[in-house]
């Protein structure tokens, strides 16, 4: 439907433009003519005056005038445009009339007002003449000749082209504008089977690509472009679909574990109060973690349907690190670890929100403590190297193997699920921290050895000045 409206629009623009062009071309045929059919009689008017002069050049001296009035009947009934012409002498004398003219009487004016020659129309019994007048001189007398032709057969013809451009203009213009039509349908019938192409694929079926016509134009690059687009649909639809089996599957385990321990306390109703205290300590402890779980999910969807923006502003990225790290400690301490904080007196400017990058910090200190047995030890720094603010969170734990290090920030990726999980992780922090290092314009990267430990750092552009 769409593609008949743009095929329409496209034969009506044709229109339009074909139609002021044959206006156009019309209007200035029709002038041209009409130039050159004056032009032609003008050029006849000028030939009959030369030949009346070179008449009386040779004539004049011998003969009377009424014999000159003779030889002019006979000589000028043979000319073209028949005897129309008269000649007068300087004082007015007739030396010869033809008789349409001299019946109505047509004035000439006299050599002496003559300054140069003439062409004029005018209306003589119903028909338009084109008189034409010339001041000669004949063995040294002045004369004025006036020639004279009727214009019918040049405006018949006039007419008859006019009527012929009349009648094949609008003849001319339905043909090509049905050619338009017809050239734009056929150009643009790929479009209508590209969206019928398109109109089939659905989240059903979204691994559907169209064809690519090799045309090497537009209609092959409309198609590239879609099938990219699809190809980039599939992928995040794909990524939904796995984050919504992650999470329902990520939050089913503490539920049912919520739900059994308060099952089993509710089972024997005999029990000593501090069982009930256990398992509602439990209950508890799972709860909060889930909500943590549930925190972090909203978050990431907020995230994908880009709701969640962060405010950057310029701040002191060592005040940042100083305050997560007051955090991270209390952190480490309580697992039994030991913490170090390496922070370079003078501050560093970068432009971030304080409190997102602080809580990425705090998901590298919290991952540190928690993957680092009793004993061992966290370190966290900043310093700026290379125009970049470098923060680094490094331990001395168990370390990731390479073979796992390039998915630590995918969702719900865990080393050791069970392991993880104890520890209360849902394999969400990482993914959140790149989120959040990503919106920034900076990089987060972690290297690691397997029981030896790792070293995640962020980096962020140093603001000059
Ligand atoms: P979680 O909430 O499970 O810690 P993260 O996304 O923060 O999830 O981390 C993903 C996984 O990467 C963790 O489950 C853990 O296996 C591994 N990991 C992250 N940081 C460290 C670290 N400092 N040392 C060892 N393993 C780590």
Redesign the pocket.
């Known amino acids: 439907m769409r593609s008949r409206s743009i095929g329409f629009r496209l034969a009506a623009w044709y229109f339009l433009v074909f139609a002021s062009g044959v206006a156009a071309f019309s209007i200035i045929a029709w002038f041209a003519m009409r130039a050159s059919l004056y032009h032609a009689t003008d050029e006849a008017l000028e030939d009959r005056v030369r030949g009346v002069q070179s008449f009386m050049e040779r004539q004049i001296a011998s003969l009377s005038i009424p014999e000159i009035r003779d030889e002019f009947r006979e000589h000028s009934v043979l000319g073209p445009g028949g005897d129309l012409f008269q000649v007068a002498d300087a004082g007015g004398e007739w030396l010869y009339r033809s008789v349409p003219l001299e019946n109505n009487n047509v004035a000439i004016t006299l050599p002496a007002a003559l300054a140069s020659s003439r062409f004029e129309t005018a209306p003589v019994q119903g028909h338009v003449l084109r008189f034409y007048s010339q001041r000669i001189v004949v063995h040294g007398k002045p004369y004025t000749v006036q020639v004279a032709t009727t214009m019918d057969e040049a405006f018949e013809a006039l007419e008859r082209f006019r009527v012929m451009l009349l009648l094949a203009s609008p003849l001319l213009l339905i043909a090509a504008s049905a050619g338009g039509y017809w050239i734009s349908s056929r150009a643009l019938s790929p479009v209508d089977a590209i969206s019928r192409a398109a109109n089939r694929i659905s989240i059903e079926n979204l691994a559907e690509r169209l064809n690519v016509p090799k045309t090497g134009d537009q209609l092959q690059r409309l198609s590239e472009t879609l099938n990219a687009m699809l190809a980039r649909l599939e992928a995040s639809v794909r990524r939904m679909i796995q984050f919504t089996a992650d999470a329902s599957h990520e939050l089913r385990a503490p539920v049912s574990l919520i739900r059994t321990t308060a099952e089993i306390a509710a089972m024997n109703r005999d029990r000593p109060a501090t069982e009930y205290l256990t398992a509602l300590d439990e209950i508890h402890e799972e709860a909060v973690r889930t909500s943590q779980v549930v925190d972090s999910l909203m978050l990431l969807a907020r995230a994908d349907s880009a709701k969640e923006t962060l405010e950057c502003i310029p701040v002191d990225a060592a005040a940042v690190v100083r305050s997560a790290a007051e955090q991270g400690e209390r952190l480490a301490r309580s697992r039994g670890v030991r913490f170090r904080l390496n922070l370079a007196a003078e501050p560093v400017p970068v432009q971030a929100d304080p409190e997102a990058l602080r809580r990425a910090l705090l998901?590298?200190m919290?991952?540190?403590a928690?993957?680092?047995p009793e004993g061992g030890s966290v370190e966290v720094g900043l310093e700026a190297r290379n125009g970049q603010a470098v923060a680094w969170?490094s331990?001395t734990?168990?370390?990731?193997a390479a073979a796992?290090l390039p998915h630590?920030?995918d969702r719900f990726?865990?080393?050791?699920k069970a392991r993880?999980r104890e520890?209360?992780?849902?394999?969400?922090?990482?993914?959140i921290?790149k989120w959040i290092v990503d919106m920034h314009g900076g990089t987060i990267s972690?290297q690691?050895e397997i029981g030896k430990?790792?070293v995640?750092e962020i980096k962020l552009t140093v603001e000059k000045g």
């Open positions: 998901i590298l919290d991952n540190a928690k993957y680092t969170v331990d734990g168990m370390g990731i796992d630590v920030f990726w865990r080393a050791d993880s520890q209360g992780g849902a394999g969400l922090g990482l993914s921290a972690g690691s430990g790792s995640f």
